[in-house]
């Protein structure tokens, strides 16, 4: 495989896509739906910014130390692009599928395939060459709604640190690998099929697979696995009656809480107390299935990622429902640590579909 020719082919892709009028719709749309997200979000960060500031101008003013010792949290503005986190999931995900579903089945109906194995050119060079362009049409994509997200910001006076900055990049990294998720799913199906058809339909059945059926299979067998939940203890109660502790379920799929804690005069009533221990460790235990099962599904690994970068603070919670909240926001390093596994997954799922199509066309009858 000689680089230059696989370059020469990558630049064709690229340019073939970035002039394509269903890219560029797709990409209008995303941009505009984005802009619209992201004058949102700056509302909203502007309205924190201005309770932070009166809150800081109250601690400021006040004279008792023991309360003056609590001071706010200042709004990050990475908290502003939780909105595109939900546009790139639904238009991100369309515009990935609609670059790759027939990159190859097209070469096959025009018969131009054949021809253009008559050049001096390489199956894997063809092959690569389409993958590198798909992959740099939609990081071109990205790096579009970020550097006008970017200026968003600036336009309103709001100016990122550095910390925040890297986190912008980062944020920007984890949307383009969930894009090259469906990206590899559309051109495996693009070079299994002999239509773009059938190609657009196998791509349409895998992400529905993907993205919808195994989170809830997931949540399916983490109930069977699981069992079933503890039962809360009947208190008795002063006058007599009994009565029923009730337990509600929230949070992230399976995070349990209480609503009610049951005291004696002794202090926490020991059958709640060990009603509380069964209920965090099944409630634990749902979890690890749920996450486990998760890491098929790009969708899900794209927003436990997307959200440890833009609100690390929520995603803590959620992770780990039963730990205490945190006092201080966890700093981006701390954030990525706990989510390493959902990055990973979103690095090697697109592999393995990249894979699947470099051995098919390697071994594909182009006759």
């Given at each position: 495989?000689?680089?230059?020719?696989?370059?020469?082919?990558?630049?064709?892709?690229?340019?073939?896509?970035?002039?394509?009028?269903?890219?560029?719709?797709?990409?209008?749309?995303?941009?505009?739906?984005?802009?619209?997200?992201?004058?949102?979000?700056?509302?909203?960060?502007?309205?924190?910014?201005?309770?932070?500031?009166?809150?800081?101008?109250?601690?400021?003013?006040?004279?008792?130390?023991?309360?003056?010792?609590w001071m706010p949290e200042k709004p990050s503005i990475m908290l502003i692009f939780n909105a595109m986190m939900t546009y790139m999931v639904s238009l991100g995900s369309i515009l990935a599928i609609a670059i790759g579903f027939d990159l190859v089945s097209k070469?096959?109906?025009?018969?131009?395939?054949?021809?253009?194995?008559?050049?001096?050119?390489?199956?894997?060079?063809?092959?690569?060459?389409?993958?590198?362009?798909?992959?740099a049409a939609l990081g071109f994509a990205v790096a579009l709604a970020l550097a006008i997200s970017l200026a968003t910001l600036l336009i309103f006076s709001i100016v990122p640190t550095l910390e925040e900055f890297a986190a912008i990049l980062i944020f920007g990294?984890?949307?383009?690998?969930?894009?090259?998720?469906?990206?590899?799913?559309?051109?495996?199906?693009?070079?299994?099929?002999?239509?773009?058809?059938?190609?657009?339909?196998?791509?349409?059945?895998?992400?529905?697979?993907?993205?919808?059926?195994?989170?809830?299979?997931?949540?399916?067998?983490?109930?069977?696995?699981?069992?079933?939940?503890?039962?809360?203890?009947?208190?008795?109660?002063?006058?007599?009656?009994?009565?029923?502790?009730?337990?509600?379920?929230?949070?992230?799929?399976?995070?349990?809480?209480?609503?009610?804690?049951?005291?004696?005069?002794?202090?926490?009533?020991?059958?709640?107390?060990?009603?509380?221990?069964?209920?965090?460790?099944?409630?634990?235990?749902?979890?690890?299935?749920?996450?486990?099962?998760?890491?098929?599904?790009?969708?899900?690994?794209?927003?436990?990622?997307?959200?440890?970068?833009?609100?690390?603070?929520?995603?803590?919670?959620?992770?780990?429902?039963?730990?205490?909240?945190?006092?201080?926001?966890?700093?981006?390093?701390?954030?990525?640590?706990?989510?390493?596994?959902?990055?990973?997954?979103?690095?090697?799922?697109?592999?393995?579909?990249?894979?699947?199509?470099?051995?098919?066309?390697?071994?594909?009858?182009?006759?």
């Amino acid at each position: 495989m000689a680089l230059d020719r696989l370059l020469t082919v990558a630049r064709k892709e690229f340019s073939d896509h970035v002039t394509s009028r269903r890219f560029l719709i797709i990409l209008a749309l995303l941009l505009i739906i984005s802009a619209i997200g992201m004058h949102s979000g700056i509302g909203s960060y502007n309205t924190m910014l201005e309770s932070y500031n009166q809150q800081l101008q109250y601690m400021q003013e006040f004279e008792d130390d023991t309360i003056g010792r609590w001071m706010p949290e200042k709004p990050s503005i990475m908290l502003i692009f939780n909105a595109m986190m939900t546009y790139m999931v639904s238009l991100g995900s369309i515009l990935a599928i609609a670059i790759g579903f027939d990159l190859v089945s097209k070469e096959k109906e025009t018969r131009s395939l054949k021809s253009l194995l008559s050049h001096p050119v390489y199956r894997d060079e063809i092959i690569n060459g389409k993958a590198l362009g798909g992959i740099a049409a939609l990081g071109f994509a990205v790096a579009l709604a970020l550097a006008i997200s970017l200026a968003t910001l600036l336009i309103f006076s709001i100016v990122p640190t550095l910390e925040e900055f890297a986190a912008i990049l980062i944020f920007g990294a984890v949307t383009l690998g969930f894009l090259l998720a469906y990206f590899a799913i559309a051109l495996t199906a693009s070079t299994i099929s002999r239509e773009s058809g059938n190609a657009l339909v196998y791509t349409l059945v895998i992400f529905f697979i993907v993205s919808s059926l195994f989170p809830m299979l997931g949540m399916v067998v983490g109930e069977a696995l699981a069992g079933d939940p503890p039962e809360p203890p009947n208190i008795q109660i002063s006058s007599g009656r009994t009565a029923t502790a009730v337990a509600s379920t929230s949070g992230y799929f399976t995070s349990t809480s209480s609503q009610s804690v049951v005291h004696t005069s002794e202090g926490l009533d020991p059958e709640w107390q060990q009603y509380e221990e069964d209920m965090k460790a099944y409630s634990e235990k749902r979890i690890l299935i749920n996450d486990v099962t998760n890491l098929i599904s790009p969708q899900m690994n794209y927003y436990v990622a997307a959200m440890a970068v833009t609100n690390p603070r929520i995603a803590m919670i959620i992770s780990s429902p039963y730990q205490p909240m945190p006092e201080e926001t966890p700093g981006l390093a701390e954030a990525l640590r706990d989510v390493w596994k959902n990055i990973a997954a979103l690095i090697v799922f697109p592999s393995v579909f990249f894979a699947v199509a470099y051995i098919k066309f390697m071994r594909m009858d182009i006759r």
